[in-house]
């Protein structure tokens, strides 16, 4: 079936380094991709989506570029910030429907000053 | 986009009572569906309550346990029935909207429910 593996947590950074956080998905036909972000004790945000290969989703610094050859949907962000420690999720639409999420993990992202 | 509120926040229960969870979304929706998110997991779909039909239920979850209402295109409700303390966790709504991002799925703040 279908299904969604993210780099394992939590991830800690200095602020001003370069994010990448690892997603990487199993899915037949040609599903949609999701970033969502969880701040602490908030609920989840869509942070950004791709719908077709070589789509790239962009919002708030965060970059993710559909690849449908290395099947990876990568989260990156060229300078972080204190304020984007949170939970980040990646997630994909299920083949056989077009809005049930399949999820990943999520990936606890920690940045220190 | 889709502005998403639940009431309450946050909830102490104690064993065998229930907790029923409100969903407010500020525009008309076809689709919500209700997750459940246990301390430090992933999230967990619930069910699928579309308006004007009984609510479809994942695998693992029950109408028993979780009766669901859906009375309109605005509002849902989750009850958690009979509740034990592995019950303890987020409850989150959602609902899918159509439009400039295509179909995409919005979240409420969450309740997280502690059950002693």
């Known amino acids: 079936g279908d299904s969604v593996t993210q780099m394992e947590g939590p991830v800690t950074l200095s602020e001003e380094a370069f994010l990448t956080i690892n997603c990487t998905y199993t899915a037949t036909g040609y599903p949609s991709l999701f970033w969502y972000v969880q701040y602490p004790g908030e609920g989840l945000q869509l942070l950004l989506k791709?719908?077709?290969a070589d789509d790239k989703g962009s919002n708030k610094g965060f970059e993710a570029t559909y690849r449908k050859e290395t099947t990876s949907f990568h989260l990156e962000k060229g300078s972080v910030q204190v304020s984007d420690s949170a939970v980040y999720f990646c997630?994909?639409?299920?083949?056989?429907?077009?809005?049930?999420?399949?999820w990943g993990a999520g990936t606890k992202l920690i940045i220190k000053p | 986009s889709a502005v998403i509120s639940q009431k309450p926040s946050r909830d102490i229960c104690q064993r065998g009572t229930s907790l029923t969870i409100q969903c407010q979304v500020d525009s008309q929706v076809t689709m919500m569906f209700w997750y459940r998110q246990q301390p430090g997991q992933s999230l967990t779909l619930i069910a699928t309550a579309n308006q004007g039909s009984e609510a479809t239920y994942e695998s693992g979850f029950v109408i028993d346990k979780f009766p669901i209402s859906r009375p309109n295109l605005t509002f849902s409700t989750l009850t958690v029935s009979n509740l034990s303390p592995e019950d303890s966790s987020i409850y989150l709504c959602s609902v899918r909207t159509s439009g400039g991002l295509g179909d995409t799925q919005y979240f409420g703040p969450g309740t997280r429910l502690t059950v002693l």
């Open positions: 791709a719908t077709k």
């Open positions: 997630a994909l639409t299920r083949s056989d429907s077009n809005y049930q999420l399949i």
